[in-house]
């Protein structure tokens, strides 16, 4: 008879689980004991960083992944990369190991006395076994609610003494469907009101990548020759940034975001919600006499949208079908964004002019994974992605994801294939949040190109504190961090620039390296505009 141990990896692999990033500790050894020849396990230094290279992997493949973390403590520390995992919708199957059943009532060291709590409310279900034979099945489950609509995190909680118990029968493994649907006569209201629009507009968000309708968005945009925006905060974008039609990023914040809509009748949100305010700035969340619809798989999303009329579809799907059903308008084509000009040189390197090098010189199928904020203005503007599954970031507004998610993401490009250059741009301030990633890039001979913009202070919260009125904030400074160091530390190939005429070449070799290769940018430390 098969353990528990036996059927929980049997299960694993009949599903395609068979990569797992991690952090383990001593309740976690017992499931690991002679790890399968046909499993990977990828080692984080730390579980923050296992959660988000899971998310850039699971994203970049459009798969569900194990995260193996270590009991209450590990699970504390990956916390703030599981709510970015849930608002990035990656679909994680968390496990973290529990104390033996026999020295439960008595809550020895390393027990997790709340084990289904402490995850919550960043999971879509959490479960701790009754019975030792029950974990094979919960993994099942857990796989079954990951990657249904809105795929997300879900978390396991193996008793230590769990996996050598007998384990009398294997789940049945399912097929789980995927994909929602979007049926025309409950997207008629929308279909209806784009046809008889005299000024629509799209705000496409990143579940629309997600679903597969990355080129039936660009096919509804152009039927309805009409602008499309970006909703605001979105970890990926859902139509291509180089598009005639695209418009930019929505203003995050009430009363700003109202005005960038002004002058349209029908508002079409897809596969975004409506919407991530932050700041708070007072006015009204539509123009007036605007009509607002909301297409999105997620229930909750659809609930608290402050305002709209929502439709529960699959967001990709939901492109097709309005494509196939609205009239091809003969409206005017929406005029050009105006090109931007390559930035004035100066003494001093600017993000814009960091990027726009970068722009330059990477190359047409590259990923970007970024985690700079108070420049992510200027980076979107900069570099724009035209390809699908080619821009990650968090969703969240959690730091510490950017590292760790580029090394997910090269790790699947390999996987798959592709391998697509990864060019992963991170704040000094983010970057040491889970600066220990380098070390997995480092063993992974990933060749990712690490690019720190040092501008030596959190400038997003300098922004924030200039947005809010709240001077004399301590702690929002960051002298003598040396990145080059740091990357020898690990293992990295590692330089620095600040002058304007070494950058190109420094940037060349990190595109054409090999390795993993990183290069601290001393940027202009002007703190910019929050809005």
Known sequence: MKTVQDAFFD??????????????????????????????????????????????????????VLVNLHTAAGMGNALGNIESAWYNRAPLIITAGQQTREMLLIEPYLTNTQPLEIPKPFVKWAYEPARAEDVPGALMRAYAMAVQPPAGPVFLSIPMDDVDKPCPALPEIRTIGRRLGADPLYLAPVISALAAARSPVLVIGGAVDQSGGWDDAVRLAERL???????????????????????GMLTSAIGPLCNELEGHDVIVVIGAP??????????????AGSRLFHITDDPNEAGRAPVGESV???????????AEHVPTSDRSVPPIRAKLSPPAAGP???????YHAIDELRPADSVIVQES??????????LPTSRSRSFFSMSSGVLGYGLPAAVGVA????????NRK?????????????????WTAVQHKLPILFIIPRNGAYNILKAFARQLDTPNVPGLDLPGLDFVSLAAGYGLTAERVSAAADLPAALRRGIASNVPHLVEVEIDPTVPPLI
């Open 11 to 64: 299960v694993a692999r009949r599903l395609k689980l068979t990569t797992i990033f991690g952090n383990p500790g001593s309740t976690e050894e017992t499931l690991l004991k002679n790890f399968p020849k046909d499993f990977r396990y990828v080692l984080a230094l730390q579980e923050a960083p296992a959660v988000a290279m899971a998310d850039g992997y699971a994203q970049a493949t459009g798969e569900a």
């Open 225 to 247: 020759r009409c602008k499309v925006w970006a909703a605001p905060a979105e970890g990926r974008p859902g139509f291509p940034e180089t598009h005639p039609l695209y418009q």
């Open 274 to 287: 409506v919407f991530r305010y932050y700041p708070y700035v007072a006015g009204s969340y539509l123009p």
């Open 312 to 322: 529960l579809a699959d967001p990709g799907r939901a492109c097709a079908v309005l």
């Open 348 to 354: 001093i390197i600017t993000a814009e002019h960091l």
């Open 373 to 382: 904020l108070s420049t992510l203005k200027w980076l979107r503007q900069r």
């Open 411 to 418: 790790l699947a490009e390999r996987d798959r294939g592709t």
């Open 422 to 438: 990864v060019i992963d741009i991170v704040g000094d301030g983010a970057a040491n949040y889970v600066i220990q990633a380098l």
